[in-house]
């Protein structure tokens, strides 16, 4: 059983930067999987923000972060991390980390308890 345990979330401004951690504890081998971050704003559904294959390095990006967002990770640590720049207020969120098997929502599970990103305009 993987646990996934999100940080990093916290106040910025407008143009800002932040950077979110995504740390594995337990069955930490994720060879085969993707690791994704999504992100919930009020009233709003979960959306995929970006995510990474462990084994490739391959990311996928939303549209609406390309450009801004990038996704690494480090393996000796099993961390994901997000970094963000050039925030916009539209991204305020609860964002969260999970493990998936593919693209779709669904297919992702081992969910964290999330981290609250608020960008102030």
């Known amino acids: 059983q993987v646990r996934l345990v999100e940080s990093g979330g916290g106040l910025a401004q407008t143009g800002g930067s932040l950077r979110l951690s995504c740390a594995a504890s337990?069955?930490?081998?994720?060879?085969?999987?993707?690791i994704g971050w999504f992100r919930q704003a009020p009233g709003k559904g979960r959306e995929f923000v970006a995510g990474i294959w462990w084994g490739s390095g391959t990311t996928h990006y939303a549209d609406s972060v390309k450009g801004r967002f990038t996704i690494s990770r480090a393996n000796d640590q099993s961390t994901v991390y997000l970094e963000m720049n050039s925030l916009k207020p539209e991204d305020t969120a609860v964002y969260y980390c999970?493990?998936?098997?593919?693209?779709?929502?669904?297919?992702?599970?081992?969910w964290g308890q999330g981290t609250q990103v608020t960008v102030s305009s």
């Open positions: 337990g069955r930490t081998f994720f060879s085969g999987f993707i």
């Open positions: 999970a493990r998936g098997s593919g693209l779709s929502s669904t297919d992702f599970g081992s």
